[in-house]
């Protein structure tokens, strides 16, 4: 899908550099174990374009030292449908990933996407855009990844269709 922000306006920014998860823990394959690494609510409307940059760090303090692999992506949800984070998530960004080792040690986590609100979004409900992440390794034995607090930020600049 290509997005151009070409007769919007910016309507706003929103950003965070507060990290919420203090661990990500180590799972033995992807999708195990999602944490949160920063959340910011958006007021939207269908046609919106957002544009949406995230970045985390995390360190691996393993010991045994052990390879690492992290995932990571922007996900979102509809804050005002009743189910807020209980709900449902959509993954609105590409999966991104690396792996990180003892010697690396401390390992960025950085992603942008840029994403239309669907035209069937709800009037007048809020959107909630999250920079979410998990970990993984065969080796895994019920360690985790710290998430460095103080190294992330998530914004994200809502444009508007011009009227």
Do not use: F
């Amino acid at each position: 899908m290509i997005t151009t922000i070409e007769g919007c306006t910016l309507a706003g920014i929103y950003a965070t550099d507060e990290v919420s998860a203090k661990t990500l823990p180590i799972g033995t394959g992807p999708g195990q174990g999602y944490r949160t690494l920063g959340r910011v609510v958006v007021p939207v409307a269908p046609g919106d374009v957002l544009d949406i940059t995230g970045r985390a760090r995390v360190t691996n303090d393993t010991a045994p030292s052990y390879v690492v692999g992290v995932g990571y992506h922007l996900w979102m949800y509809d804050c005002d449908n009743g189910l807020g984070s209980s709900g449902k998530w959509w993954q609105i960004s590409t999966s991104c990933g690396d792996n990180v080792d003892h010697e690396r040690h401390h390992m960025p986590l950085l992603t942008d996407t840029l994403y239309t609100v669907p035209a069937d979004w709800p009037a007048g409900h809020r959107m909630a855009i999250a920079l979410r992440g998990d970990a993984m390794s065969t080796a895994a034995d019920g360690q985790a990844l710290t998430v460095d607090q103080g190294y992330g930020q998530l914004t994200v600049r809502r444009y508007a269709p011009a009227t």
